[in-house]
């Protein structure tokens, strides 16, 4: 037979068991180790306003966010304060005013028989140029004579358009091509305190219906002037023209 204990691992086969034993042991030791060890509890702070529902946005969906503003309280309104001042204190005025009388003449007496009383002639307000509308005697076309004021001024009226639809050229407007319509000229000229006419003013669409206006006017007859307050005065006249053009 052979010595065995000239062999080792036929020896260390011995104890085996015991170290599988000793490690089982080992383990079991850390591991209650392990489970009987305190941690320290740690807390979470709740949100409360978290909201855990969920939101489906569609691809078209447009969302449009509005910032909201800020609005600052007004600040409260101050009353105003009265303030009441204290009473005024009188105090004694010294100063005397004297009056000094320094006329050394004496009075001058007038006896009512030496008053001699003198008429003083008003003078004659300056009259301007008045309108046809507003003169006391109007002008007098030729052939209104011996008439009413009221009536002067109507046949005057009346001999005035009949000399403008004899004397104006109508046809002129067919002329210069105007379109279709009718068209207006004004006039105004001054009828002066010599029954003469002056100062003419035309207004008229073309040039040459502002010829053939001035050409009608320099055409009318002298005229008796008319009066304001009983004086001769210059008399302004509107004279308007209105054609037609087919």
């Not at 320094?102 to 009383?117: F, K, L, Q, R």
């Not at 006391?136 to 009949?162: H, R, T, W, Y």
């Amino acid at each position: 037979m052979k010595n065995l204990k000239k062999l080792p691992s036929k020896q260390l086969e011995k104890f085996s068991n015991i170290f599988t034993q000793l490690g089982l042991v080992l383990v079991l030791f850390i591991v209650y180790i392990t489970l009987e060890h305190e941690t320290s509890k740690k807390t979470v702070a709740e949100i409360k306003e978290y909201s855990s529902e969920k939101i489906y946005l569609e691809p078209t969906q447009v969302f449009e966010f509005v910032k909201e503003v800020k609005t600052n309280p007004k600040p409260k309104a101050i009353k105003p304060q009265i303030f009441i001042p204290e009473e005024v204190q009188k105090v004694k005025n010294d100063v005397v005013e004297t009056v000094i009388d320094t006329s050394e003449d004496e009075p001058v007496i007038i006896n009512a028989d030496d008053i001699v009383e003198v008429d003083i002639p008003d003078e004659d307000p300056v009259i301007n140029d008045v309108p046809f509308i507003n003169i006391e005697d109007a002008p007098v076309f030729k052939g209104c004579e011996g008439l009413s004021k009221k009536e002067n001024k109507i046949c005057f009226d009346k001999k005035m358009k009949q000399f403008v639809l004899r004397n104006f050229d109508a046809g002129l407007g067919n002329e210069l091509g105007l379109h279709s319509g009718i068209h207006k000229i004004q006039t105004q000229f001054l009828i002066d305190d010599k029954g003469n006419v002056v100062d003419v003013k035309i207004r008229a669409p073309h040039k040459r219906l502002e010829k053939e206006a001035s050409r009608l006017i320099k055409k009318l007859p002298k005229f008796t002037p008319g009066k304001q307050r009983n004086r001769p005065v210059r008399v302004r006249y509107n004279l308007p023209i209105a054609f037609s053009v087919e």
